[in-house]
């Protein structure tokens, strides 16, 4: 869906920098998104461009959002608020032009409440929601699910693969999708 938003938008032209927070371990995500200079801290043997700055003038994907540490989730509100950072390590603010786009599968309004993820940030980042909900709620669009990769996968694969049997959709269909 990031991909789709960004395809279609008038930022198409302009880098569209994905950045997994889940995947990344906290202590090294600041760094990643912000970037740092050389000698911020120990191993930091060289100045590193963060995501943020990748993404000037394009798009900015943070998936999993809701799992950002509380102090990132400040740093990310000031950056949202001012379109300016620092990064690790200097002293001068760095300004870009990069449009946000966040997913995540938890429940941030529930995260909100129990005081797990900051309010300002959480309606900073909520001017559109797009809920999509999981593949077991939407059963009908298995079949076009399907068609779509019978066509991928058979040019990729170079084999005439135009139909799977009634069986194997049903079984797609009644699967719980967990």
């Known amino acids: 869906t990031a991909e789709a938003l960004h395809a279609e938008s008038p930022r198409r032209d302009g880098p569209l920098v994905k950045v997994d927070c889940a995947s990344i371990p906290e202590d090294l995500l600041e760094s990643e ?5 050389k000698g911020a801290f120990t191993g930091a043997d060289r100045d590193r461009t963060g995501r943020i700055l990748q993404a000037d003038g394009g798009t900015l994907f943070l998936d999993e ?16 608020q001012e379109r300016t950072f620092y990064p690790v390590g200097q002293d001068q603010p760095v300004q870009v032009d990069v449009r946000v786009i966040t997913a995540t599968n938890a429940n941030l309004q529930e995260k909100v409440q129990h005081g797990h993820f900051r309010e300002d940030l959480f309606y900073r980042l909520r001017v559109i929601e797009i809920n999509l909900p999981p593949l077991r709620a939407r059963r009908e669009g298995i079949p076009l699910l399907v068609s779509h990769f019978l066509t991928r996968f058979s040019a990729k694969l170079h084999r005439d693969i135009t139909a799977i049997s009634d069986q194997a959709m049903q079984a797609l269909v009644n699967y719980s999708w967990p």
């Not at 959002?65 to 949202?80: C, E």
Request: net charge positive; hydrophobic share 50%.
């Open 65 to 80: 959002i809701g799992d950002i540490s509380p102090r990132l989730q400040l740093r990310l509100l000031r950056f949202l």
């Open 33 to 37: 998104l912000f970037g740092h200079r």
